[in-house]
Every structure is written in C-alpha cells, then in structure tokens.
C-alpha cells in the first residue's frame, strides 16, 4: 500500500496515489509522445520560482498547441494540493499536458483533441546523488548518438521525446560514467538527460546556447554567478571547451547544482574532485535555497 | 459501454476493453518516450506479412535496448487473441515495448527496469480515407520543422517520439492539405505522420532513404512494382523530385498505397486528380491482400 509520501497525482480532477495513475493507452501523449511538461522543486515548503516554471509550461503548451484546461492561478493550486496531501516538506512536482484522446476517431486531427492537464507530487529527486555531487560527477560525452536539434523539435518545448537523451545516458553508465552529455549534430556541447551544462575557465561560467532547454537551475545559476560577481554567459561551445575546462558542472531543478569531476575519465584541469567555484555556487544556491529564496509558500496557495 | 469490436488490449498479462487499457504515468515509456512498437493489419481475418512485423518489432526493441518478457511465437497468441476477442475482421493491430517503472527510485537507471509488453487490436484504421485516396490526396511539404536525423534518433527503430510529425501534420491540416511529408535537416525528402513517400517519374518508383522508417507497406510496394516489371529504388531525393513527378503516392500499414494528387495545392505532372501508377498499385495491393497475400490466418495462431 502507498503512502501519501511515496506521491500523489492529480488526473481527471482527482487526487490519489501517484503509484496508481496512469495515462490512457490511446492517449497521443502516450502513442505520439505528443505532450508537454515542466518540473517545479519544493524545499522546506516551498516552491521554487513557481511563477517562471507555470509561465515556461504554458509557453510550451503554446508551441506544441496544447491548451489545458487550467488556468495559471487553478494550476498553481492543484500543485499545492498535490503537495499538501503528500505531506513531503521536499518534493519533485510536475505538471503534464497531453494530447488527449482523438475526438473523432475517423479523421484524427490532433487539433480536435480533448487536451489534459495532469500534476504530481513526489519526494524530491537528485539525478545524481548529493554524496557523489560532493565527490564530483563522473561525465561522458555520448558518441553513440547526438542530441535532437531545434530544427525537428524545438528543445525549449520541455517534452517527453527522450529517445536520444535515454540512448546517450545508457551510454553513460555502461562507460561507468554517472551521466551523459549530449552534443549537437554538428558537434557543440548541448545537454544531457535532465540537466544544462556550465564549464568554468579562469573564473568565468559558460553554458551551450541554442540546442538546449532553457534550464530554471541554468537561469539561476547565471543570475547567482553574476550576483557573486562571476562572468557568466551563454556561448556556442565545443568539446575542447569541455576538456580543457578548470571545472564543470551541471544544473538541474533534481539536483541543483552538481559539481563534475572527471569529463570521459579524465580529471579537469583543476584538479581531483569538484571544483571549488563549482562547490561555491553549490553551497550558495542550496544555502539560498533553505532560506526561502525565490520561493512561494506551499501554504499559501492553499484554501 | 465499450464493445469488443471498439478495441481489445492486452496489458499485464489480461485482455480488457481498449478504451479502458492505460499505462503507469511513472513508466518511462510515457514520461521519457522509451518505448518501442510495432503495427500489423488484419484483412480478411489474415494477419499481413505477420512474421516481418515481429522481427522488425523485436530489431526496434534491441536497439533501444529493451527485452519484452515473450517470445516472437507468445507474442503472436497475444496479438491472435486480442484480434479474436475483438471480433473483428479487419485491425489495426499494434504491439509496444515500454521501459516499464524504476526498480531502483535513487538510482534511476533503464537498465534495471523491468521492460513490459503490451498490445492490442482496433478497427483498421485509415490516415487518409478511401474516398480521399481514389481523389488523390492533398499533400503539404512542412516548412516549420524537419524531420529528427538519425543522428539523433535511429527512424529504423520504430517509436512513439512523434513531436516532429504531429508538428508537421497539424501544419498540414491548417493549409488544407490532408497530411505532410517533412524534410531532413539538411532540406532532402523524409517521411510522414505514419507514411513513407514514394514519387514516380517516367515509369519509375523511387522512395527516400536514410532517414526513413523502413515501412513494411513501402518494402511490399518496392517488391510488388518489381513484381510487375516496374522499376523502383531507394533514393536520394530532393523536394524537386516530389514536385516535378509524374506521380506521388503514400505507402503505410494504416491506409495501403494512398495516390497524391497535389503538393503545396499544385497538381503533379500527370494532371488532376490520382495518377494511374499510383491507382493501378492500390488495387494490386488490395486484390492481392484480399486474396491472403503473404498472409497468417489469424485462426491459426489459436489454440
């Protein structure tokens, strides 16, 4: 039997056990892999940067021409409700859009779908592992395959077409690597499954442009780093750019900010282990983190 | 309430009505798109060219690295059976792979999942009518997107990635067309949502190659026209080669050979209307299907 800590998801207007939901079969979302998702993190009871998340879903509603039944506002408080019923004080929440189920069954015009709104709340997820962020991440660079590019889908789309991501991290962990990064067609650094990606190179932070999600964890480190006064910008990137970089790190809202170690076996120039600009803005994003920043009271959306 | 002949499913190991079957919203094969399928039609209570559907399904299941718990002779009873409780004489009848739920919640690695099978059987389905085919169909040529490279994602592995097509489709339908082809990156001919292309010029078929899904409908129109002292190949082909053919066709397991009559609202060389290539294909497709063309009875396959 589930505990409401184990999850609970909001589908069809109703809570229950998240181990229990499930999306139709002939839902498109499903058989075309034709929805649209963002992730928002709670900590210490509260949400962070909900009002960019909410904006960027519906900004991916609007590319993928889904329009959920929800409104802003209604969405925020069936993520609330969803939190509250868990009863998790740190917590993974995500709202899905989907298709839906093909109207008439004769003509199948995606237009013409009924589109859902789905939600869940589940105990926080770290892609990688707190005690290995603090030792520094083993990295790959994928060989076996190169990550979509814009021109097919548009990766600011936050969606589930993960075939490319999953074959690239599969690729990762045989390699004994804890991740993967992806590159471009044409050979840049991209993104990997669930994360943005920064190097470090003489103080100053770069992330890939273009080919990638617009991360709310890379957002925030570039406004965090400039804050300390760090030069931080996005740029075209290459694989050198990697390889001889003083550090890396990726961002991600399941995880933060997770110091890299080695990139395909090979330790960065900055020595064993995390680097110390990368564990710097570790500690000041979950030191901020813990006080509340940019933060929206679970409580307070709430009836 | 649904009746048998709206749908049967199978999925852990039971038989149920379609329109009730679902899949765990945890299951990556919903949120990270990891899943594999294949589709087979019945005609005449025939499954069509049975066993190269099951290997090509089980080739898509390798190279995304999953291992359906069946067999290829289990998995045709299950397909067998969802045709016989369905009651219906002609299906659509599809097979699908998902990496099924994490094992492991902190480590998160597909590998460990344990990876389902699941199928079911629906009346025969169309992706442009009949009617429509014998008019010809109104084909558009996406300029909003390209096709996923198979850098990215390998088009051999048949999968539910589909955010490129339904984009392209919807297109499509918006500019009155009744589908789209889309184009590689680098501007060649593709596919479509659910269809391979050929065009015909002076007698001749040819077909894209490359960045296709090597359909089962396209592999029989290649050896059907050889069959009748025809030419017809693979090809490079530019968007020049669709708009100055003789003739253009659409090949696909839901919808046969399907004649084009326009591209981008502009009739094809031969003039209005479908081309008699293109007519004369679909009717030796559909005599010979009738006939039980390279077919398994679906009885057979029951105990």
């Not at 839906?100 to 237009?111: A, M």
Request: hydrophobic residues 40%; contains cysteine.
């Amino acid at each position: 039997m589930a505990a409401p800590s184990d999850g609970i998801a909001y589908i069809n207007g109703e809570y229950g056990p998240l181990a229990e939901a499930s999306v139709p079969l002939l839902d498109p979302g499903f058989t075309r892999g034709d929805a649209v998702y963002d992730t928002v993190s709670v900590w210490g009871g509260n949400f962070f940067r909900l009002d960019d998340h909410i904006d960027r879903f519906f900004r991916s509603c609007a590319t993928a021409r889904l329009a959920p039944p929800v409104t802003p506002d209604s969405l925020k408080g069936i993520l609330a409700e969803c939190v509250r019923l868990s009863t998790l004080d740190a917590a993974y929440v995500q709202m899905i859009s989907t298709r839906g189920k093909f109207q008439n069954p004769l003509r199948r015009d995606p237009r013409e779908c009924k589109n859902t709104i789905m939600a869940f709340a589940m105990p926080y997820i770290w892609i990688v592992q707190p005690e290995r962020q603090l030792q520094g991440i083993d990295l790959a660079i994928a060989t076996g395959n190169r990550r979509t590019p814009p021109e097919a889908v548009d990766p600011r789309m936050k969606n589930f077409n993960w075939l490319d991501f999953q074959r690239g991290l599969m690729e990762g962990l045989d390699r004994g690597a804890d991740t993967s990064v992806l590159l471009t067609p044409d050979g840049r650094l991209s993104e990997g499954p669930g994360f943005n990606l920064f190097v470090v190179k003489g103080g100053a932070l770069r992330t890939p442009r273009g080919n990638v999600l617009e991360g709310m964890t890379r957002r925030t480190t570039l406004e965090l780093a400039t804050a300390l006064g760090m030069q931080a910008a996005e740029a075209d990137l290459s694989v050198d750019d990697l390889r001889s970089a003083d550090e890396a790190f990726l961002s991600s809202t399941a995880g933060g900010v997770m110091p890299v170690a080695t990139v395909d076996g090979v330790a960065l120039g900055h020595g064993a282990g995390a680097g110390p600009i990368s564990l710097q803005l570790r500690s000041e994003y979950w030191a901020r983190r813990e006080a509340g920043w940019l933060g929206t009271p679970v409580a307070s959306l709430l009836n």
